[in-house]
């Protein structure tokens, strides 16, 4: 499977961890989600971060249906815009219970 890095932008620092992010190249054809949640799995991520860099525009819609899937994910929203930033617990195992 080839790998890219995605690009780092000058002007914004705060993606800082998301340019760490690998992603599957385009021509694996990755589902939405699947993109996203190989990007949670390196951080968390904000809904203006997965449209820039994952081309994701509908991400809430994206979160519900890996919340859907059985995904911990927590939701917080950013100041007094629709934005939200999105972070991936792990599952419960059964020993944990």
Known sequence: ???????????DDSY????EIIIADD???L?????LLL????????TVEARKHLSIM???SRIMELKE????????????KKVARY???AKKSDHDE
């Open 1 to 11: 499977m080839k790998m890219k890095t995605i690009p780092s932008s000058s002007d």
């Open 16 to 19: 800082d961890k998301i340019r």
């Open 27 to 29: 021509e694996k054809n």
């Open 31 to 35: 589902s939405q989600c699947k993109k």
């Open 39 to 46: 990007a949670l799995r390196q951080c968390s991520i904000s």
């Open 58 to 60: 509908s991400v809430a």
């Open 69 to 80: 899937q059985g995904h911990n994910i927590v939701t917080t929203r950013i100041g007094l």
């Open 87 to 89: 972070f991936l617990f």
